[in-house]
């Protein structure tokens, strides 16, 4: 089973992600964040505040090749964000919606519950990575969850708690036990 593990920025869907791991859970690391420290080491102009549309064709391959190399079976697997983000990102900037992109999203499928991590001031800061100020952080919130609801998903808000309580959630959520 594949599950989605997403929001907006500086939320603690690594931290969550990261909790899981320790427990056990199988678990796919975030692809946007990987392509910002590779492209900014080489000077790549494939970075969000340089060229946004190879960046986003960049998140979509990568977001392919994560779905692809995730072990399939009978195990649990999370993704630190899927492949409705990109097109969460494309809405966000205003690029078209490629058939592309529609194609991946119809076809690369994830469990039906998508967990959403809301905003939360007191854990939220910029870094090199991160640049988006608390408002557009709270509006990707927003756009995410409607993006996932217009594509299938059901989103399950996870509540602004400690990580030991929101992998108790997420496992309440998911019934199971590792």
Not at 3 to 19: D, F, N, R, S, Y
Not at 26 to 36: D, G, K, S, T, Y
Not at 42 to 70: C, F, H, I, Q, V
Not at 116 to 136: C, G, N
């Amino acid at each position: 089973m594949f599950c989605v593990i997403t929001g907006g920025p500086g939320a603690g869907k690594t931290t969550l992600i990261e909790a899981l791991q320790k427990v056990n859970f199988i678990c796919m690391p975030e692809v946007a964040r990987e392509i910002i420290r590779e492209q900014s080491a080489t000077n790549g102009e494939g970075l969000p505040w340089k060229n946004r549309e190879l960046y986003a064709a960049l998140m979509l391959d990568g977001s392919l090749a994560s779905y692809n190399a995730a072990p399939a079976g009978n195990s649990i697997v999370f993704f630190d964000r899927g492949i409705p983000d990109v097109m969460c990102y494309h809405r966000l900037i205003n690029l078209p919606i490629t058939a592309h992109l529609s194609d991946a999203v119809s076809r690369y499928r994830y469990n039906e519950k998508v967990f959403i991590l809301p905003p939360w001031p007191e854990i939220y800061h910029t870094d090199s990575e991160r640049k988006q100020d608390w408002q557009e952080a709270e509006y990707t919130f927003h756009l995410m969850k409607q993006v996932y609801e217009d594509c299938g998903y059901t989103p399950i808000e996870v509540p602004r708690q400690g990580v030991e309580e929101r992998v108790e959630f997420v496992k309440k959520e998911l019934r199971c036990e590792v």
